[in-house]
Nanobody
């Protein structure tokens, strides 16, 4: 099974930037698609960004489009989420996720079978 470990969260002021990292280990065959999700207190987990690892295509939630960018460094086995122009509404626990299947529901949490433990992002 693939293991995912996020890092890079923290506190930042409105308009600031953060880069989240997700270290991937345990097998690249189960990472056909990877994504970043977030969950704020009292809210459902929502998809933020998706990466199709074969084609390199990306997909973003409307709320982050133009501000966030997902990427992967295959040499380092690491998935990234560059977050710019952060807003207070971006405050949440952020999770990376992976699935061994190519999906047409890129931001649906139920599509993904492997999850990291999360990293907190707070924007004030």
């Amino acid at each position: 099974d693939v293991q995912l470990v996020e890092s890079g969260g923290g506190s930042v002021q409105t308009g600031g930037s953060l880069r989240l990292s997700c270290a991937v280990s345990g097998g690249t065959f189960t990472t056909a698609c990877m994504g970043w999700f977030r969950q704020a207190p009292g809210k459902e987990r929502e998809g933020v960004a998706h990466l199709h690892t074969n084609t390199g295509s990306t997909y973003y939630a409307d709320s982050v489009k133009g501000r966030f960018a997902i990427s992967r460094d295959y040499a380092k086995n690491t998935l990234y989420l560059q977050m710019n122009s952060l807003k207070p509404e971006d405050t949440a626990m952020y999770y990376c996720a992976a699935t061994g299947y190519y999906t047409n529901l890129p931001l649906n949490p139920s599509t993904y079978g492997s999850w990291g433990q999360g990293t907190q992002v707070t924007v004030s």
